[in-house]
């Protein structure tokens, strides 16, 4: 397959914290490539290097080595490449799900989605219009004037997908999202993120140490010792 056709690919990727006796490897020599439209899992316990590898993908920690290409685009390669502009980067080709939902406590559900599109020039008719289609596609068109305090924990987590989809982001980035719901609540959001997934040809990763919540992905890698297998 030709290599533009991947929304993400890693290669080589090694993170290391510390130097000399103290250097500890969190993720070694990782190898990943994702598809747009594809729903991948990384599997694992506390510890194993799942989140190291994400925020490596997601333009915040900055990799020991190894190769990283967002979109087609080399962001990484022994390091950030020089002049890069990562928040512009991460603003515009990434959306981040994470596992608390972040939601601004003095805006609403509406408020929250619209202000990511509004950081991208959008005006506050357009973002207001976009934000709205979203969260009603996502059945909250009964909550857009709700604050935070008053969503259950589901709804508030699919406010979060709102949000990380408001930019039509070529990468979406998932750190336990279901962690804080129940069985039910955590496998509808998985759902929804493989469905959105498609339909926007977008890529997600996806980490989660939770067996139970990968049914339905396309692919799973089990991340154990920092070491990465498909």
């Keep these: 397959m030709d290599k533009t056709m991947y929304a993400i690919e890693v290669e080589k990727l090694t993170k290391i914290y510390g130097k000399g006796e103290t250097a500890v490897t969190a993720i ?29 993908i997601g333009l915040i920690n900055e990799p020991t080595h190894g190769k990283v290409v967002i979109d087609g685009a080399m962001v990484a390669d022994e390091g950030w ?10 603003r515009e080709k990434l959306g981040f799900i994470f596992q608390a939902h972040n939601l601004i406590p003095f805006l609403t559900a509406l408020e929250n989605v619209m202000i990511a599109l509004e950081i991208n020039n959008l005006s506050r008719f357009e973002a207001r219009e976009r934000a709205t289609i979203l969260l009603s596609s996502l059945n909250l068109g009964h909550r857009l004037d709700s604050y935070p305090k008053a969503l259950s924990g ?17 990468v979406i980035l998932a750190d336990e999202p279901t962690a804080a719901l129940d ?20 890529a997600v990763l996806v980490v989660t140490h939770d067996h139970r919540m990968v049914e339905g992905f396309d692919r799973i890698f089990h991340v154990s010792d920092g070491r990465l297998v498909d």
Excluded: H, Y
Aim: net charge positive; proline share 5%; aromatic share 0%.
């Design 28 to 56: 070694a020599d990782a190898t990943l490539q994702v598809k747009p439209g594809e729903l991948v899992a990384l599997l694992g316990p506390s510890g194993s290097g799942k989140t190291t590898l994400l925020t490596s």
């Design 81 to 90: 490449l020089p002049g890069l502009d990562l928040k512009r980067l991460r």
């Design 183 to 202: 069985t039910e609540n955590g496998k509808n959001v998985m759902a929804l993120l493989k469905s959105l997934a498609v339909e926007n040809q977008s």
């Design 154 to 170: 589901g709804e508030a987590q699919r406010v979060a997908i709102a949000r990380a989809l408001a930019n039509k982001p070529k």
